[in-house]
Structure formats: C-alpha cells, structure tokens
C-alpha cells in the first residue's frame, strides 16, 4: 500500500511538473508575440512619423516654390516691359533656389517611400523644373503664347502636387484592421 501512495505522489507531482512546464511555455509564447507586435506597431509608428514630416517638407518646399510663381500676377500688373522684366527676373533669380530646395525634399520621399509616392514627388519635382524652364522664357521672349505655355506648365505642376498629396494621405491614413 505505501508504494501505491508513493505512485500516487510521483504521478501527481509529475503532472504538476507537466502542467507547469506547459504553462510556461504557453506564457512565454504569448510574451513573445506581444513583443513582436509591439516592436513591429512601433516600427509602423516610426516610418509613419517619418513618412509625414518627409511628406510635409515637401509640401513646404511646394509652397515655397509656388510663392515664387504666384508673383506672375504683379508682373501682370506692371504696365512697362522694363519692369515686367525686372520681376520676371527677380522671380527666376528666386525661382532656382526653390527647385532646389524641392529637388533635396524629393529625394528625402524617396528614400521613405512607398514607391507610388515616391513617383509623384519625383513628377512634381519635375514639373516644377518646367515651369522654371518657361519662367525663364517669358524673361526674353513677351507674348501671349509664351504665357499661354507658362500658365499651363504650372497647371500641370498643380495636378502632379494634388496627385502627390492624395497619395500621401492614403500612405499616411491608418487602417482598421479589425472589420
């Protein structure tokens, strides 16, 4: 009979052995998932955080750049060619530095992506450099065609900057995975 006691202990003493064994490996396999996925939210945390203040200094340097453009209307307004031409001048003595500056924004997005964003601020980059290229026209050369070319080379600069903000917000709009 004391044997059969001393089984009964073994066995019991076994499956607690077992059970804890069990537990704990449940225990450390559920913190182990916790710790990815707070590394991992963390990290899409960071590259969104990134991603904005990339996106944003773009879109400042955009703003910087159109402020330049946006002087065309006091040129307008100027009733002599020497001073038409003095402001044209002063906007594409301005106008360079800003492509700059938005040249150096594009390759930040570049660099944090995705690849669709990344293309947009490379084709508004691009466009910018058009209207420049036609600013420095109208320097030299008065006419209606001329402007005609300038005002719809910044058109198309301002369809590329909304494609490239639409696109921004869809990379920066968080996704309820839940449903």
């Given at each position: 009979m004391?044997?059969s006691?001393?089984w009964v202990?073994?066995?019991t003493a076994?499956?607690a052995?077992g059970?804890s064994?069990?537990?704990?490996r449940?225990?450390?396999g559920?913190?182990?998932?916790?710790?990815?996925t707070t590394?991992r939210?963390q990290?899409?945390?960071e590259?969104?955080?990134?991603?904005?203040?990339?996106?944003?200094e773009?879109m400042?340097?955009?703003?910087?750049?159109s402020a330049?453009?946006?002087?065309?209307?006091?040129v307008?307004?100027q009733q002599?060619?020497?001073?038409?031409e003095?402001?044209?001048?002063?906007m594409?003595s301005?106008?360079g530095?800003a492509?700059?500056?938005?040249n150096?924004a594009m390759?930040?997005v570049?660099?944090d992506?995705?690849?669709d964003v990344?293309?947009?601020?490379?084709?508004v980059?691009d466009m910018?450099r058009?209207?420049?290229?036609h600013?420095?026209?109208?320097v030299?050369?008065?006419?209606?065609d001329?402007?005609?070319t300038y005002?719809?080379?910044?058109?198309?600069?301002?369809?590329?900057y909304?494609?490239f903000?639409?696109?921004?917000?869809?990379?920066?709009e968080?996704?309820?995975?839940?449903t």
């Amino acid at each position: 009979m004391a044997n059969s006691g001393l089984w009964v202990g073994i066995l019991t003493a076994l499956t607690a052995l077992g059970a804890s064994y069990i537990t704990s490996r449940a225990t450390l396999g559920a913190a182990l998932a916790q710790a990815r996925t707070t590394t991992r939210a963390q990290a899409l945390r960071e590259q969104h955080e990134r991603r904005r203040s990339t996106y944003r200094e773009l879109m400042r340097c955009v703003h910087e750049f159109s402020a330049v453009t946006w002087q065309i209307e006091d040129v307008d307004a100027q009733q002599d060619r020497e001073s038409k031409e003095r402001l044209l001048r002063q906007m594409c003595s301005r106008i360079g530095p800003a492509v700059a500056e938005m040249n150096r924004a594009m390759h930040e997005v570049r660099l944090d992506g995705p690849a669709d964003v990344s293309a947009a601020a490379d084709h508004v980059r691009d466009m910018a450099r058009r209207v420049e290229s036609h600013l420095k026209a109208l320097v030299n050369e008065d006419g209606p065609d001329h402007r005609e070319t300038y005002d719809r080379a910044y058109r198309e600069f301002r369809e590329a900057y909304v494609t490239f903000i639409g696109l921004a917000q869809k990379t920066l709009e968080v996704k309820d995975e839940t449903t």
